[in-house]
C-alpha cells in the first residue's frame, strides 16, 4: 500500500447515494412487514456511518481551507433538514387529527412537539417501544433516528473547532473520539441491552432504569456509529493506492456483511450492540473501498438506485406516516396496495423533493429571510396545533358515552391490564389454606391470569407466577429442541428457561398451568415437556392454547349499535387453528383449555360481548370485559 502525496478534495459519489437508496428501502420494506426484511431497520446504521462520514468530509475540509462558518454550517443544515420535515410534520396534524383515536391523537401531538426540538427519540424511549405492538399507531415514530443525526450535528462541529482550530491537536481529538466510540460502543452492549444479552445479571438492570431500548433510543448508544465517519473520512482523504482486487474484494464483503445482517437479524437481536458492527463495517468497507472501477460501484450507480438515493432524505419522512395512514384505513394491505404504497411514497417523495427540498437549499431561489418566515410560521402552526388537540382530550367528548370507554383506553393501560396481575403474584408464597396454582408462560399466560381472577372462586386460589418469554417458548431444554430457536435468542433462551429451575416448585403444587403462544414445535414436543414435569397423580396439568381474534380496528366500530357489533366477526388466523388442534390432539396426559372454541365459530371469531364491549383491543389479549366474558364461558375443575 501506497500513500499518496495529493490529496483529494471531498468529490461527489454516485455509489452512495445508491448505499442510501438501499438503506432507505430495507427500513420501507421493513415496516411494511415484508418477508427478508425483519432486520430492515439496519438500513439507519447504514445512514448513521454515511451521515458521519460526508459531514466529517464536509467541516474538515473546510477547516483545512479555514473557509469553516459555524454559522453558516447550521444554516446549510437548517435548510437540508427542516422545510420538508416541517411540511411532513404538518399535513401529517392535518390528515390524523380525523383518523386517530382520542388517546393515539393526543400521543401523536406530543410526538410532533418533541420531532420540533429533535428529542423525539427520548419521547420514544420513555413513551413507547420500537419494536412494540404499539408501535403501528405512530406515524413520526421513524423520526427518532433525525433526532440523534441532529443532536450529534449541534455539538460535532463545535468539538472539532476546539481541538483542531484552537488546540490545534489533532492527536488529541484522534483519542478523544477513540475514547468516545469506545464508550458508546459499551453501552449499546452492556446498557440498555443487557437484559437481552446477559440474563444471569439482574433482570431489572437496564440503563437510567429504562428498558433495553434505552441504547436503541439514546443518543450516546448510536454516537460510535457516527463517530466512526470520522475516521473513515481520516483514511479516505490520505487517498491511499489500493490494488483494484483488493478494492473489490473489500467492498464486495462490506455488501456480503449488509446483506448477512439482513438475514440472522431480527426484532430481538440486541440492537445496537457488537453484533452492529456487521452492518457498521459492512458499510464502512463500500465507503472506503468502493471506487469508480469497482463491481460494487458500478451496482450502486445504477440511475435508478442513485435517484432513489438523492431522494432518500423524502422518501425516509414520508414513508412511515403514509404507510401508518393506509393501516388505519384499509383492514388488508395486500400486495397490490403494497405496490400502490410504494410507487405513491416514491412519486410524493419526488415532487417534495424537486419543489420543496431544492429549492429551500438553494440561496437563490429563497433567502434567509424567506427561510427565517416559514420556519417561524411552520413552528408556531404546529406547536398551536398540537397544544389544541391536547387540551382537547384528543376532542374525547365529541364521541358517543358508549364508545369513549374503548376509544380513551391507550395502549399502555391495555399493556398494563394485561401484565399487572401476573407480574405482582410472581412472589406469591405456597399458602396451605388455598389451593395452589403455579402458572407459568408468556403474554398468553398473562392473559389468563385475567381470566381466572373472575373466576367465581379466585379467592379460594393462591397463584403464583412464572414468566417464559414467548420467543423460548414452554419446554424442557434439550440439545434437540433448543435448535428450533432462532440463533439469534438460543443464548438468551438458554439462560431465560426457568421450567428446570422450577421443578421444585412444580412439584409441590397441585395444579400447574401452561400457557403461551405456542408454535407447532413447541406444540408437537408438549408431551415430552408434560412427562418430565413427573407429576404425582394428585396434581392436576393444564394446557392453554393460543388465541388470536384478527385485526382490531376500533374507528370502524364508533357509533355501531349493539345489534350490529354482535354481529360482526374476524377470520380466525390458520396457524392457531392449527396449533390448537395440535395440541388437542396430544391431550392425553393434560387437560387442554381451547379458548378459541369459546368465541370462535366456523373460522369466525366473536369481536364483542354479549354487552357489545370489546374483546380484545390488539387482536391477540383480552381486555378486561373480553377476560370476564371468557371466564364466564370456561369450566375449570380446580378443587
Known sequence: MKQLDNKKNYLYRKDIDGLRAIAVFVVIFYHMGLPLFHAGYIGVDIFFVISGYLISSIILKDIENRKFDIKNFYIRRIRRILPILLLVVTLSLIFFYKILLPYQLIDFS??????????????????????????????????????????FYIFYPLILIFFLTYLNKKKYIFIFFIILILSSLALAQFGGNLKTTYPFLEKNFSFFNQSYFASFFMTFGRIWELLIGYYLCLIFRKNFQFSLILRNLISMLGAILIIISLFIFNKDTPHPSLITLLPVAGTSFILIFSNHNTFIYKILSYKILVWLGLISYSLYLWHHPILIFLNFTIDDLNYVYQLIYIISVIIISFFSWKYFELPFRNYNIVSNKFLLIFVLISYSSIILLSIYFISKKGFLDSYKPEDQQFVSYNSTQRGDFVRSKFNLSKKNEYDQSKVNVLLIGDSQAQDFFN???FHKDFNRLNIKTI????????????????????????FYCSNEMQLNESLTLIKKYQVIILAANWKKWSSDLINDTVDRLELSNNQKIYVVG???FGKININKYIGTTLEVRLKLFNNLKKHTKDVNNLLKSK?????????????????????FDKQGQLISHDGNHLTASGAKYISSLIKLNLF
Not at 414468566?467 to 438460543?490: E, G, H, V, W
Not at 391431550?587 to 369481536?607: A, H, M
Open 587 to 607: 391431550s392425553k396426559n393434560y387437560d387442554f383449555i381451547n379458548l378459541v372454541e369459546k368465541i370462535c365459530s366456523n373460522n369466525q371469531c366473536k369481536i
Open 451 to 453: 381470566v381466572l381472577s
Open 110 to 151: 406530543k410526538s410532533a412537539l418533541s420531532t420540533l426540538g429533535f428529542f423525539s427519540n427520548f419521547y420514544f424511549l420513555l413513551n413507547s417501544g420500537y419494536f412494540s405492538p404499539g408501535a403501528n399507531e405512530l406515524p413520526l415514530l421513524h423520526t427518532w433516528s433525525l433526532s440523534i443525526e441532529e443532536q
Open 467 to 490: 414468566y417464559i418469554s414467548a420467543k423460548c417458548q414452554i419446554f424442557f431444554k434439550t440439545k434437540t429442541s433448543i435448535l428450533n430457536i432462532p440463533k439469534a435468542d438460543r
Open 546 to 548: 393460543p388465541k388470536h
